[in-house]
DNA sequence: GCTATTCATGCGACAAGGGCATGTATCGCA
DNA sequence: TGCGATACATGCCCTTGTCGCATGAATAGC
């Protein structure tokens, strides 16, 4: 007989039913909602259209709920607190006093930045949960598409054909954070070692240290651009064991400056600039859009606020 | 530094975040709640900006929730459930599942019409609570007035200056429901009592038994109308005492047709129409406006579908 | 009986919100 | 590697919900 009927409760009829429940007159339930008499009046007059039940009936001077209206009423309580309890946690997340940031950063970092990061994010924002996971720039972008984490910390070779970040793709927000120079790092015996700074053309012959797959990338880059081909030998993406093999002289390595930050230079190994030189990037991304959570924005900023003098990176203006 | 920041969540809204938290692309989500796709996107999107805070962000062709879009979508639940309950105890309202009546009637309705209206509500509707308090027809329509009651069952003579419907007020809507003769109880020793039909104007020497206040008013104005003064000397709204009294020729009285129904007429007594005649119309009232609630629509309708013949009463058309 | 409240109604204006058409990016498959 | 299907974004236009103001009618209290 009848169709489902759209019984549908809407905020406002909501919010209006429960001011004249606690009110008693339309009137008064304007003026604690910040709207007109004759708002509210209508207001009711189309609610009890869509509901095809009166909500109020005329009392003397002022209405008085009927039983649906009372009905509503008393539900309003639950909807109301239910509705502000989402406000409260949403205005939580918008006002910084919580939220959660999941960030990964490649290995150097996580000896130098990320450290700085964490401490600047739970001092100026202790609601903030902030996660942190390792990764090479290649998966570190991967898990931010993948939306395993919301912030990455990468790094990218000048000229790099293959860098990650370059994708054509609109869909990720890279911001330059330092740049840092490559140095070559060379046994205090190599006959290279005097020199103030490295030809690496000269190095055709010499056995050479490779790292992770990105910085192995570069150094065949570097390499070829002065028309050498490297002989790797040996390869690790571990510091120490770089700069310790360096110093017996079991090979050569081109390492970024950062790198330096989180292994002493030991005793018997040199560290020249390189010529030509070269630089490396450190950036941080961001999925385009996500930039503008509250806590994101907040790691973001933290990051960005970073001094990188104290391990020998340049501000990107 | 912020103002207030109207971090209104509307309803809208809301059920969008929950449909993307559930099927995961704003298309179906779009689907599942009956809107274009367009329409949904761009309601986010306004959502967004009132918010100031991104809730999705595009994942490869699909998007994925950001954490402020996750947040409601937690919420969402307790949300739409107690919306939900709002509307279900609503719908019962309207579907006759649920509700309260309150009721008030005249003594002699009360061992008439009431039970049957209680009856053929129970059966009809047993969902509905039907509430009954006995009054006169002034103070059954001040109660009506005070919302204390919803429904009134009263009386009225023809011709009642007097008659409370007649406010000249539209706050209440009274629908006559039948009309009954006013009948005349006197002794088989009466002189009259041989006559089919007494003449009001040839007892102005008798003695009158009163009833309740609108019955002595009328009393008086029948007999005004044809220029006789009524002694009365014996007052009760007792039906069976008022016909035990004539029985034994202590009086008197006028008595409607429905107040037979509620006391054997006594050996010694008699009942004649009266010259004039005059009725008396049973009226039920309810607020103006209070028709449409449901629950007193149903009783309404189940008091007008009522049969007075069982009680000599004649129908209104 | 007069006055201050209170609710209802009509009018005009604005903007929220939805559909349609269309453009663009992504994924899967051959 | 290129093509089709899917999904989201955008612009345009229109409907309709909704508000404020001005005004009228009814009520309660002094």
Chains 1, 2 share one sequence.
């Not at 070692?193 to 690496?200: F, N, P």
Request: aromatic content about 4%.
């Amino acid at each position: 007989m009848l169709e489902p009927m759209e019984t549908d409760l809407d905020l406002h009829s909501i919010r209006i039913v429960r001011a004249i429940s606690e009110y008693g007159t339309i009137s008064a339930a304007a003026r604690s909602l910040g709207y007109s008499q004759p708002a509210v009046s209508q207001h009711l007059r189309r609610a009890e259209a869509r509901l095809g039940v009166p909500l109020v009936v005329r009392a003397g001077r002022g209405v008085r709920l009927t039983e649906p209206g009372q009905v509503i009423a008393r539900h309003a309580i639950a909807i109301t607190s239910a509705l502000d309890a989402a406000n409260g946690d949403l205005a939580d997340l918008v006002g910084l006093a919580a939220g959660t940031v999941r960030v990964a950063g490649f290995p150097t970092a996580s000896s130098t930045l990320v450290p700085r990061l964490l401490q600047r994010m739970r001092d100026a924002h202790p609601g903030i949960t902030v996660g942190y996971i390792e990764a090479e720039p290649p998966e570190a972008i991967g898990m931010l598409r993948d939306g395993q984490v919301d912030l990455a910390i990468t790094f990218a070779y000048s000229g790099d054909r293959a860098d990650p970040h370059r994708e054509g793709d609109g869909s990720l927000d890279s911001v330059p954070l330092f740049t840092e120079p490559v140095v070559i790092a060379l046994s205090e015996q190599h006959p290279l070692a005097a020199e103030a700074a490295v030809d690496i053309a000269l190095l055709g012959n010499d056995r050479w240290i490779a790292g992770c797959p990105l910085c192995r990338g570069h150094l065949l880059a570097a390499c070829e651009a002065v028309g050498v081909t490297p002989r790797i030998e040996l390869e690790t993406d571990n510091a120490v064991a770089v700069l310790n093999l360096v110093a017996r002289n079991l090979g050569i390595a081109l390492l970024p400056q950062l790198a330096l930050a989180t292994a002493p230079v030991p005793f018997g190994a040199a560290v020249r600039s390189t010529v030509p030189s070269s630089d490396r990037s450190i950036q941080v991304v961001v999925k385009s859009g996500s930039g503008r959570v509250p806590s994101i924005a907040a790691a973001l900023e933290c990051i960005m606020d970073l001094d990188g003098t104290e391990w020998g990176l340049d501000r990107v203006s």
